[in-house]
């Protein structure tokens, strides 16, 4: 499985950034994905599921700003992140879920106020 995130970069606050994940040896149709966020000196927390039935969730800081969404065709996923905070600044990183759960490289995204 290798899951390469990218589309992270510098953004100021209430500006909109689009991150995808790029998925081989998974079919992302198929299974849970997500993105999680690792803040610096905090621990790694989810930021949003699509299950293989595309039913969504969402963190509450996140609920009604960010939008994950899956191109079978394309086996990615995707994060749309709008009205971007401060304290959305962190590596995020796209994983697949499941029993065996695996995490790829983050991409570093900075809001700055």
């Known amino acids: 499985v290798q899951l390469q995130a990218s589309g992270g970069g510098e953004a100021q606050a209430g500006g909109s950034l689009r991150l995808s994940c790029t998925a081989s040896g998974v079919i992302v149709g198929m299974i849970a994905m997500g993105w999680y966020r690792q803040a610096p000196g905090k621990q790694r927390d989810m930021v949003a599921i699509?299950?293989?039935?595309?039913?969504?969730s969402y963190a509450d800081s996140v609920k009604g700003r960010f939008t994950i969404s899956r191109d079978n065709a394309k086996n990615m996923v995707y994060l749309q992140m709008n009205s971007l905070k401060p304290e959305d600044t962190g590596i995020y990183y796209c994983?697949?879920?499941?029993?065996?759960?695996?995490w790829g490289q983050g991409t570093q995204v900075t809001v700055s106020s």
């Open positions: 699509i299950t293989n039935s595309a039913s969504t």
């Open positions: 994983a697949k879920l499941g029993s065996h759960s695996y």
